[in-house]
């Protein structure tokens, strides 16, 4: 089992950087693959990127790459995901979510996730 907790969304303008945490408890963290989707209302649930349990290997969705950039430190048991040039169609709830599968980009193959945080972006 694996509680995830996400902090540092909030309100920002567009052009403008946020960085998101995911603090993770509960059983070895470190072999997870950690990735963060993302939920703007009334549409569907977006993969944004994903790491592997050593940091060694990152996905990103075409619509992030080059602004997104996700990392994690496992001895704090943290996945983060540092966002620059933000756009107002970044605005969404931002969620964190583990699984032992590699390379997954689904959200039907993640088994954990957290509450989520979330991002607003004003133009």
């Known amino acids: 089992q694996v509680q995830l907790v996400e902090s540092g969304g909030g309100l920002v303008q567009a052009g403008g950087s946020l960085r998101l945490s995911c603090a993770a408890s509960?059983?070895?963290?470190?072999?997870?693959?950690m990735a963060w989707f993302r939920q703007d209302s009334g549409k569907e649930r977006e993969f944004v990127a994903t790491i592997n349990w050593r940091a060694s290997s990152t996905y990103y969705a075409d619509s992030v790459k080059g602004r997104f950039t996700i990392s994690r430190d496992n001895g704090k048991n943290t996945v983060y995901l540092q966002m620059n040039s933000l756009k107002p169609e970044d605005t969404a709830v931002y969620y964190c979510?583990?699984?032992?599968?590699?390379?997954?980009?689904?959200?039907?193959?993640?088994?954990?996730w957290g509450q989520g945080t979330q991002v607003t972006v004003s133009s």
């Open positions: 509960g059983r070895s963290f470190s072999n997870y693959a």
């Open positions: 979510a583990a699984t032992l599968r590699w390379v997954a980009r689904s959200s039907r193959d993640y088994d954990y």
